[in-house]
């Protein structure tokens, strides 16, 4: 059974910092692109950021350019998103997702997690 499950979530003040984890089981996901996204209440599911099988490419979402980062390691079978410079407005649920590069920039995926929470105070 293919699972995705994040970690890393938590209250954090504005223009702090947070690091959340995907770690994959159930199947190897170095051969997959993988990728975050976040909704937060009442509104949509968004794309935040996209790396490629081999980390060459990364997508981000205006929003968070210049303060997330997205990076892989293959060998454990994990993705994570580097938060800096928090704002309130990126206060969401953060889920992590693979599929193919273009699909999940696109907003697709084919496996998702449930989901960490990320809340950012003012």
């Known amino acids: 059974q293919v699972q995705l499950v994040e970690s890393g979530g938590g209250l954090v003040q504005a223009g702090g910092s947070l690091r959340l984890s995907c770690a994959a089981s159930g199947r190897t996901f170095s051969d997959t692109a993988m990728g975050w996204f976040r909704q937060a209440p009442g509104k949509e599911r968004d794309i935040v950021a996209a790396i490629s099988w081999n980390g060459g490419s990364t997508y981000y979402a205006d929003s968070v350019k210049g303060r997330f980062t997205i990076s892989r390691d293959n060998a454990k079978n994990t993705v994570s998103l580097e938060m800096n410079s928090l704002k309130p407005e990126d206060t969401a649920v953060y889920s992590c997702?693979?599929?193919?590069?273009?699909?999940?920039?696109?907003?697709?995926?084919?496996?998702w997690g449930k989901g960490t929470l990320v809340t950012v105070s003012s």
């Open positions: 997702a693979a599929g193919f590069f273009s699909k999940l920039v696109g907003g697709g995926m084919d496996y």
